[in-house]
């Protein structure tokens, strides 16, 4: 498929660095501007696909003016959103999805995609961006999708086709993040029976913060699943052809969340042991401590008592002074002697 470049327009409504405006057909792909976009909706054989970057509010408001957009689905563009969703209108889809981007130990940016799927259009929306994520991270699956149409190794014949092509990548990207993750937790499953504690507290942090990484992961596939799960009951607001792709496309979603579940639950396996163990050590190193005390006490409690008045120079009571001793002995012994037949030693 052919990449070709309109004729660049008098006047750009939305700013052309943060938003591309492309016509998709059978045979080619067009570069175009906004003030174009009217006259490619009037387009047969073809759609619209327009990527924007970090969506601002002339931007909303033109879209919205354009396309007849909700107010609060311009609103949900603008403002971060957490939880991806789907609201179903009368002549499109609007979504929220998120694909994972790892940041400092223990935290995973949530990349936003907003989409609305019309009949001859897919407009996808990216941001607000959070520190620390780059445009190129953001827009990683759009371009991914738009370099394969370039290629001629994908050509979607509708809006929805392009569409799960795009979450489809997100899958990817999610089912990629895990397998990072598992190398992970084999490398601390292997450390935790190594018996590697040089830096105890420093192992058991970065094992609860990896924990928290393959969770946040699997709440974003779980919550994708079930926005998806949701859009095939709405079987009079969809095209023909995307039940099967939105089939796909929560059986991508459920395999990441059934396998960061079993890598959560390994991870949190692999800290149990290493609790068990560290307090089993400490239980063992008290043990110990109570039975020097316990051995010692008896000792302690004599020579308390006769200690300053068996040595007292030529005073010294010889016969007195060797029976206690010898006492003493006799005690020592008899604790430990218990104390092993315990099994506390």
Same mark, same amino acid.
């Given at each position: ?58 931007? $909303? ?23 991806? *969703?789907?609201?179903?209108? $009368? ?18 940016? !949530? ?25 190129? +991270?953001? +827009? ?37 993040? /895990?397998?990072?993750?598992?190398? *992970? ?16 507290? *420093? ?10 990484? !393959?969770?946040? !992961? ?30 796909? /496309? ?13 890598? *959560? ?12 163990? +560290? ?5 063992? $190193? ?29 005073? +010294? ?29």
């Amino acid at each position: 498929m052919a990449m070709q470049a309109a004729q660049p327009s008098a006047v750009q409504a939305i700013d052309s660095r943060a938003t591309q405006v492309r016509w998709v057909s059978a045979t080619t792909v067009e570069e175009h501007g906004w003030a174009d976009v009217e006259s490619l909706l009037a387009r047969p054989e073809g759609f619209v696909w327009i990527d924007v970057v970090e969506c601002d509010e002339p931007g $909303a408001q033109r879209m919205g003016d354009l396309f007849g957009f909700h107010g609060l689905a311009l609103r949900d563009v603008l403002d971060r959103s957490h939880l991806p *969703k789907i609201h179903a209108y $009368a002549d499109h889809l609007f979504l929220i999805l998120h694909a994972p981007e790892a940041a400092e130990a223990g935290h995973v940016h !949530l990349v936003e995609l907003d989409q609305f799927i019309g009949r001859n259009y897919l407009i996808t929306t990216h941001g607000p961006l959070s520190v620390g994520v780059s445009v190129e +991270t953001a +827009t990683r699956e759009t371009s991914y999708v738009l370099g394969k149409i370039a290629g001629g190794r994908l050509q979607p014949a509708t809006p929805f086709e392009l569409s799960y092509a795009i979450v489809a990548a997100i899958a990817h990207r999610q089912g990629g993040y /895990l397998s990072t993750l598992a190398s *992970k937790v084999a490398a601390l499953e292997t450390a935790v029976r190594a018996g590697d504690e040089r830096d105890p507290e *420093k192992l058991l942090e970065s094992m609860f913060l990896l924990r928290h990484e !393959l969770l946040t !992961l699997r709440t974003m596939a779980a919550q994708s699943r079930e926005v998806y799960e949701r859009m095939s009951a709405l079987t009079r607001m969809i095209p023909p052809e995307a039940p099967p792709l939105i089939a796909d /496309l929560v059986n991508r979603f459920e395999r990441v969340t059934h396998a960061a579940d079993g890598e *959560k639950d390994f991870m949190q396996g692999v800290i149990d042991f290493y609790q068990a163990r +560290t307090s089993t050590r400490m239980n063992v $190193a008290m043990e110990r401590l109570a039975l020097i005390a316990a051995v010692v006490l008896p000792v302690t409690a004599i020579a308390s008592v006769y200690g300053m008045n068996l040595i007292v120079g030529e005073r +010294t009571d010889v016969v007195q002074l060797v029976i206690v001793l010898a006492f003493m002995g006799l005690v020592t012994a008899g604790m430990l002697a218990w104390t092993r037949r315990m099994g506390w030693w």
